[in-house]
């Protein structure tokens, strides 16, 4: 089994190419099965009518993060959705799941999404008990975690802990790809960031002239999307169909003209 794990789609002009390109990809390259990071997709935040074009487009599952409340519409459609979750150690209140379970021909899949504390807007529950307690209910073939984390340590540790445990884990958020795919001693995939999908010139998706102003103290206001070609990047998790682990795992990236 082969699954693709697509990073931060960023505003319109990501998701626009995210929709032009992820099932042509997915299919150039044999994957079987589409996670995407959809937490941008709004600038800050995912509409459900922007859930629906991403799994119309290919996505199996869609991941969150920090961001996950930021348009007030998802919340109930986080209740009555289980292929779009949310962090998991965030409040029991919370709307939504924190993961979901998926059938396929090769086995169940299982897809976790977890939330760092290192950095972030505010202090989820630890993630590491977490995954512990969401481990101990789960009997799925295949394993997948996404830490939407701002510290490479903390996603590294995450990483490490989970070492034979899970099929893989990859890290969302800082919205540049690492050059750390690859799999630990114990045989789980990982890569520290996936990256990001939208403008390719752009501070994170955002017009650069707006990002060098703020770190400046110049000016404020919602971020605007950067204009131009744009990029995909994740990565392709190759797994061994009778352990789950994973065999390879490799840096992607899809250029507008490259």
Known sequence: MKLLAIGDVVGKPGLEFLKKKLRP?????GADFVVVNGENASGVGLTPNQAEEMLSAGADVITLGNHSFSRDLIKPYLEDHDRVIRPANYSPLAPGRGYTVVPTAFGDVAV???????????????????????????????????????ATSEKLAMAFYLDGRISALWGTHTHVQTSDAGVLPKGTGEITDLGMTGPRWSVL???????????????????????????????????DNRTGLTLEAKAVRVLENG
């Open 205 to 239: 998706g955002v017009r650069p002239e707006q990002s060098i102003e703020m770190f400046r103290g110049l000016r404020g206001g919602r971020y605007e999307s950067a204009p131009g070609e744009c990029k995909m990047e994740g990565c392709l998790f190759t797994l």
């Open 25 to 29: 990809t997915a299919k150039n390259l």
């Open 112 to 150: 976790i999404n977890l939330q760092g504390r290192c950095g972030m807007d505010f202090g989820p529950d630890n993630p590491f008990f977490e995954i512990d307690r969401i481990l101990k209910k789960l009997e799925a073939q295949f394993i997948f975690v996404d830490f939407h984390a701002e």
